[in-house]
């Protein structure tokens, strides 16, 4: 049975964690508990029965990007920097169980913290048809940016029988 996301300690282990890009498997290896330490980002992980071998992860935090128009100001955003499964467990629900943990989240805290929107930077175009399943669109064109509205959010997410579960 795969656990419930829980926050990145030093006890779980990474070693064995690759997920077919390079990129996102050393992240999580070297960088992950050092960038959470130091606040910098949030890395939730799971791991498969009482193992603490970490089979999949996505990391966050939220930012502030700047509002072009007549007056510019500051919009919070949830930013969903890295989101990976191991090899082994791909293509089984695990990253779109992930992308919804990270997505009730953004739901459930939004009534503390102002979170204007969900931003990926998809990495590659199967990233990117990844995320179009849930709805993210492509902002600006022709990039791998991709938004998802926390309103059009909240609202769907408050319309379906089990909200807040995960």
């Known amino acids: 049975m795969i656990g419930k996301?829980?926050?990145?300690?030093?006890?779980?282990?990474?070693?064995?964690?690759?997920?077919?890009k390079e990129a996102l498997s050393i992240w999580l290896k070297k960088y992950a508990l050092q960038s959470q330490n130091s606040s910098h980002t949030k890395t939730m992980v799971v791991t498969k029965g009482d193992s603490r071998n970490v089979i999949g992860y996505y990391t966050f935090n939220v930012v502030s990007i700047e509002q072009q128009g007549l007056v510019k100001h500051s919009i919070p955003v949830f930013l969903i920097a890295r989101l990976a499964v191991a090899s082994s467990h791909q293509g089984k629900g695990l990253g779109a169980r992930l992308l919804r943990h990270a997505l009730i989240s953004v739901a459930y805290f939004s009534d503390e913290i102002p979170i204007r929107t969900v931003i990926v930077d998809a990495l590659d175009e199967d990233a990117k048809q990844f995320y179009e399943k849930f709805?993210?669109?492509?902002?600006?064109?022709?990039?791998?940016?991709?938004?998802?509205?926390?309103?059009?959010?909240?609202?769907?997410?408050?319309?379906?029988?089990?909200?807040y579960s995960s």
């Open 5 to 20: 996301p829980e926050s990145l300690t030093k006890d779980h282990l990474l070693d064995r964690f690759d997920c077919g």
């Open 135 to 163: 709805d993210f669109e492509v902002f600006p064109p022709d990039t791998m940016r991709m938004w998802l509205l926390a309103k059009d959010l909240i609202k769907t997410l408050r319309e379906s029988s089990d909200v």
